[in-house]
Antibody, heavy 114, light 112 residues
Framework: EVQLVESGGGLVQPGRSLKLSCVAS????????MTWIRQAPGKGLEWVAS????????YYPDSVKGRFTISRDNAKSTLYLQMNSLRSEDTATYYC???????WGQGVMVTVSS | DVVMTQTPVSLSLAIGQPASISCKSS???????????LNWILQRPGQSPKRLIY???KLYSEVPDRFSGSGSETEFTLKISRVEAEDLGVYYC?????????FGAGTKLELK
């Protein structure tokens, strides 16, 4: 059974940093691209970042480019999202996803507020 | 960026009625691979999104066959032949052909 379990969320002040983790199990992690998607409270979904299976290439929308960094440790079957210079508009539930196969984690909440 | 336009915004239907949701993209979602990466997902209240359909019309294994997807290029449709209570929630279409990947605003299905 494919499982994606996120952690690392919480309350953080504007301008500070936070790092999310996602531990994957039930599949060969290094065979798949991975993606972070977020959802602001009461709002729709927004793609945040994707990374190739080897970690050699990464992709971001303009809204987070230069502030967020997606990475992975294939030996640990773990996906990361380093979030710097956080803004109030980054407040959201962040989902770890494996797009191929349509798998989503349960999500982790990040609140950016002073 | 590709804009995904979903209609209607909401649907109120009785159990057993059919449902239809439209999703239109601002440019063709046919990729250079010859595949069209148009997906549908359902988010039930208080839950994370769940997979329904990928590549326009392919149902995931656990999805009931009362769901179907169709379309091409820029116009796509999700249909439910007979709505059941477990189908309530917000349906989203989203495209994975072009970066940035983009989502429709969602269609809320409520039971009458």
């Amino acid at each position: 059974e494919v499982q994606l379990v996120e952690s690392g969320g919480g309350l953080v002040q504007p301008g500070r940093s936070l790092k999310l983790s996602c531990v994957a199990s039930g599949f060969t992690f290094n065979n798949y691209w991975m993606t972070w998607i977020r959802q602001a409270p009461g709002k729709g979904l927004e793609w945040v970042a994707s990374i190739t299976n080897t970690g050699g290439s990464t992709y971001y929308p303009d809204s987070v480019k230069g502030r967020f960094t997606i990475s992975r440790d294939n030996a640990k079957s773990t996906l990361y999202l380093q979030m710097n210079s956080l803004r109030s508009e980054d407040t959201a539930t962040y989902y770890c996803t494996r797009v191929a196969g349509g798998y989503w984690g349960q999500g982790v909440m990040v609140t950016v507020s002073s | 960026d590709v804009v995904m336009t979903q209609t209607p915004v909401s649907l109120s239907l009785a159990i057993g009625q059919p449902a239809s949701i439209s999703c239109k993209s601002s440019q063709s979602l046919l990729g250079t691979s010859g595949k069209t990466f148009l997906n549908w997902i359902l988010q039930r209240p208080g839950q994370s999104p769940k997979r329904l359909i990928y590549q326009v019309s392919k149902l995931y294994s656990e999805v009931p066959d009362r769901f179907s997807g169709s379309g091409s290029e820029t116009e796509f449709t999700l249909k439910i032949s007979r709505v059941e209570a477990e189908d309530l929630g917000v349906y989203y279409c989203w495209q994975g052909t072009h970066f940035p990947h983009t989502f429709g605003a969602g269609t809320k299905l409520e039971l009458k």
